[in-house]
């Protein structure tokens, strides 16, 4: 007797059969979830060392810039006259930074309305709060 092809098995057969179908799928779905995570893992690995490779050639590309400033400005004034001035204008930029960072920190560091608010509504909810304080 020969095993029955896929058109000639019974209903209960394919029944039977199925919660082997289901966990074989979702092995095969969980196998190709993982190997498309590990491509886009490995290229994104890839791009961020190129990215911090193009930023340490920016550094010396500004170093070099810098320099080509104060080699500029040296030769209508002393050298260290040139590179005090490139000096402060660094500096200058520096503080500007620094004061816009300081200003969204502290921007940043305010507690949201969203929170204020459940909170009130919080005591509220609980009889508690300052709308039932008369003055």
């Not at 092809?5 to 979702?26: A, K, Q, Y």
């Not at 002393?78 to 490139?86: E, Q, R, S």
């Not at 204008?89 to 309305?113: D, M, T």
């Amino acid at each position: 007797m020969t095993a029955p092809s896929n058109d000639d098995r019974s209903l209960f057969t394919l029944i039977g059969d199925l919660p082997d179908t289901i966990s074989s799928l979702v092995r095969a779905e969980i196998d190709q979830i993982k190997a498309e995570v590990s491509y886009k893992v490995k290229h994104f690995g890839i791009g961020s060392g190129l990215v911090a490779g193009a930023a340490v050639v920016g550094v010396f590309l500004l170093f070099t810039l810098i320099t080509t400033a104060i080699f500029a400005l040296a030769l209508v004034m002393p050298a260290w006259a040139a590179a005090l001035t490139v000096s402060g204008v660094l500096l200058l930029i520096i503080a500007i930074l620094l004061w816009i960072a300081y200003v969204n920190f502290k921007r940043g560091s305010e507690p949201l309305e969203s929170v204020e608010s459940l909170k009130a509504d919080l005591d509220a909810l609980k009889g508690t709060g300052d709308y039932d304080r008369r003055y």
